[in-house]
């Protein structure tokens, strides 16, 4: 005689990205239609504001530092 024994597993979590917005409805569609799948949920990131992008950038390090506007400009020109 023989015993089965379930080994609960945790969900696994799939992210895609994409850019073309028009077809969500279809990635959805086609997702949820899959075998195991029991959720399909839409997150979007949240949009950030200039000063929060230009804080980030300091973060990563993303920016220039210049003596004086002349060299600013000068850089701009032979850039």
Same mark, same amino acid.
Do not use: H, W
């Given at each position: ?20 917005? %028009? &077809? @969500? *409805?279809?990635i959805? !569609?086609?997702i %949820? &239609? @899959? *075998?195991?799948?029991? !959720?399909?949920?839409v ?37």
């Amino acid at each position: 005689m023989a015993t089965m024994t379930a080994i609960p597993t945790q969900p696994g979590r799939l992210t895609v990205d994409f850019e073309d917005i %028009s &077809m @969500l *409805r279809d990635i959805k !569609k086609a997702i %949820s &239609m @899959l *075998r195991g799948v029991t !959720k399909v949920s839409v997150s979007r990131s949240k949009r950030l504001t200039g000063y929060e992008m230009a804080r980030r950038d300091v973060e990563q390090g993303r920016i220039c530092r210049y003596d004086s506007l002349d060299d600013f400009i000068k850089e701009i020109e032979n850039g």
